[in-house]
């Protein structure tokens, strides 16, 4: 991320750039409408952050907060409704014509920002992505999004996500003014990569007290900490959908309780005509739901419903009378359900309840959503054909095509088909991470690679459909603006030395705790007998091992995933070591001669189908173990960024 520090200036205001007007300023979302002034206001370590009613006094301490990160300036935070030069002033005002999420920002001898509560969080976001360019330009904004809903659903069923990493990407939504994050709880892999059903990956990622042992053993989160979770997003203005999603997908509740599942459509289908499915179902939803602090804390819950088979008739009836019942039985709770669309495919009598019901539009194959419409359902748009991202999978995209998002698509267009924009029934639209391919090597580091530019593309078309500049420019900027302020999960810096050591020390940390693709890491080392699983260099979720706990050669771990080079450090003698990464693979030299290369790899099956195998490295730097031997001299961190 590009960072700037402000001069600690203290008597400054309006700064004379030339006399002619400022052009709307660059930001993701694009701001809605700008009437610029002349000159720029310098922000200042004399300038105040000023509240003139209580709540909007959490949008004004994070404004203090990130702007300490971003620019090194600390200010206070106040009561307060008179600005002085170069002060910050958030005063609470309803704006009929903006709406909760609007906001206005006048910047002149001091910066105005008229908003609620929500709005004011969006401000913020505007403020400091503004901050990066320095001096803020002199104008008025009046903003407000043109979809309610913008936001992204991540599947950790088939690939565990680590609430910490959750943390960071709601962080970095906010910035971008995403406001939704569907967390699909549960999954399981593809019958054909295993031998059969029962051991087919498959896993339910959160705590229950209520079926000891159906909480995933290879990553999970406590009660606690998700319903945490939630609410720490809610704070930032992010909305938090937990879904369950049964009855099909739901290998982990067979695996669990084997009766539960059909011998007809496959035990990743739950059997609908047995009697124990519905009071398990009902027990476990209502397990997060009940009490005075349940742990699916917001506004909705996500009931699954996505792709149960309809060969028969009289199951389809029973899948649309579950759906239904699943609805209400979420509703009764206090809360919004929202489901996937899957009711053209699964055809019927049996009525599955509309108001206040928010569809997912994915495939119009299984909802329609003309149909839909005329029914009565409030749509997202999460096309497949358009915003499914399934890393390596070869079907879907691996990375979205920003260029079609960016010129082309808008929440209108579900499918093939494109509605009228801004109609009402339409609330927004997402984008879909699958982690399908179970075993594949991908990284939490190879999603949020994949993550990124997306985010900033939907942030884009979902807040302001209209595009500003050329889809080139637009990327470039984007690129610019990076994650939120103090979040750096690409690891991206300027190109050129990132970081030297003369002498890597055993037990040493460093304030860099890894760097992204593309990149590369030198060092030199004179070799010494390692205890296996040593490792020169550790990080929150990878390690580079001089000597790996399987093979004692040189290699690396990320997301539960061992990759050995072939080469081992021989004792007594001295090798010049590098590392070059990049988002395909990972290249080993030793003595300036490429050893190894370690490019997408491709694993078959015994029944001839085939996975890719990513063995990609964001590289550790954050700690080197305490029981390093070897002498390790000139590391040199380098960013090979264009």
């Avoid at 498959?202 to 406590?222: K, N, V």
């Avoid at 879907?396 to 499918?415: F, H, M, R, S, V």
């Avoid at 990759?563 to 080993?588: M, N, Q, V, Y």
């Avoid at 050893?595 to 491709?602: F, G, L, S």
Wanted: charged share 25%; net charge neutral; with cysteine.
């Amino acid at each position: 991320m590009r960072r700037f520090i402000l001069s600690f200036l203290f008597a400054v205001a309006i700064i004379p750039a030339s006399a002619a007007v400022n052009p709307r300023p660059f930001t993701i979302p694009a701001i809605h409408e700008w009437k610029g002034a002349e000159g720029t206001l310098q922000l200042t370590s004399g300038s105040r952050i000023l509240c003139a009613d209580a709540r909007l006094r959490p949008a004004a301490e994070a404004l203090a907060r990130d702007m300490k990160i971003l620019t090194g300036l600390q200010l206070s935070v106040a009561e307060g409704k008179k600005a002085a030069a170069a002060d910050v002033l958030f005063t609470y005002k309803p704006l009929k014509k903006l709406g909760a999420e609007g906001y206005t920002m006048d910047i002149a001898r001091s910066v105005s920002i008229e908003a609620t509560e929500q709005g004011a969080l969006h401000a913020v976001q505007t403020l400091l992505q503004l901050l990066q360019s320095g001096a803020l330009p002199c104008g008025r904004i009046a903003d407000r999004p043109d979809y309610p809903i913008r936001g992204l659903m991540m599947d950790c069923g088939r690939k565990y996500i680590p609430l910490s990493y959750l943390r960071r990407l709601v962080r970095t939504m906010a910035y971008y003014k995403m406001n939704t994050l569907n967390v699909h709880l549960n999954d399981n892999g593809m019958r054909q990569f295993f031998h059969d059903w029962d051991d087919t990956y498959a896993a339910f990622r959160l705590e229950s007290e209520r079926f000891p042992g159906l909480t995933a053993q290879d990553g999970s989160y406590s009660k606690a900490e998700f319903r945490q979770f939630i609410l720490e997003a809610a704070a930032q203005g992010v909305e938090v959908i937990p879904e369950i999603d049964v009855p099909a997908h739901s290998l982990c509740f067979s695996h669990y309780r084997p009766s539960l599942g059909s011998e007809e459509f496959g035990k990743d289908h739950l059997e609908l005509t047995n009697p124990e499915v519905i009071p398990f179902v009902d027990s476990l939803f209502s397990e997060y739901l009940e009490g005075p602090e349940p742990v699916f804390a917001g506004p909705r819950v996500h009931v699954g419903t996505d792709e149960y088979s309809n060969k028969r008739q009289d199951i389809t009836e029973r899948f649309r009378a579950l759906a239904d019942h699943l609805i209400r039985h979420v509703e009764s709770y206090g809360k919004k359900a929202a489901f996937w669309g899957s009711l053209t495919h699964a055809q019927g009598t049996t009525p599955v309840k509309v108001d206040n019901v928010l569809m997912y539009a994915w495939y119009n194959g299984y909802a329609e959503p003309d149909s839909m419409m005329r029914l009565g359902y409030d749509l997202v748009s999460i096309p497949d054909r358009f915003l499914y991202i399934v890393p390596q999978a070869g079907y879907y995209y691996d990375y979205l095509n920003i260029p079609y998002i960016y010129k082309e698509w808008t929440p209108a267009q579900i499918g093939q088909k494109r509605f009228e924009e801004f109609h009402p029934q339409i609330k927004g639209g997402m984008f879909a991470v699958w982690n399908d391919h179970v075993g594949n090597g991908i990284s939490v580091a190879d999603i949020h690679h994949r993550v990124m530019p997306a985010l900033q593309a939907l942030a884009e078309k979902t807040w302001c459909t209209d595009t500003l500049r050329s889809c080139d420019e637009w990327q470039r900027l984007a690129e610019g603006l990076g994650e939120a302020p103090g979040i750096n999960d690409l690891g991206r810096y300027p190109a050129g030395t990132v970081l030297t050591e003369a002498a890597v020390a055993p037990a040493s940390t460093r304030t860099i705790p890894h760097i992204g693709w593309p990149y590369r890491v030198s060092f030199d080392v004179e070799a010494q007998a390692e205890q296996r699983g040593t490792a020169l260099f550790r990080s929150e979720d990878a390690e580079f091992y001089l000597a790996d706990p399987v093979t004692g050669r040189l290699g690396y771990i990320r997301d539960g995933y061992l990759f050995s080079f072939r080469h081992a450090l021989r004792p007594g003698t001295r090798e010049h070591i590098a590392i070059e990464g990049d988002s395909r693979e990972t290249r080993l030299y030793v003595d300036n001669r490429l050893v190894e290369r370690m490019p997408i790899d491709e694993l078959t099956f015994p029944n001839d189908k085939k996975m890719k195998l990513v063995r990609t490295l964001r590289f550790p730097l954050r700690q080197t173990d305490a029981t390093l031997r070897s002498r390790v001299t000139n590391l040199k961190v380098e960013s090979l960024q264009k």
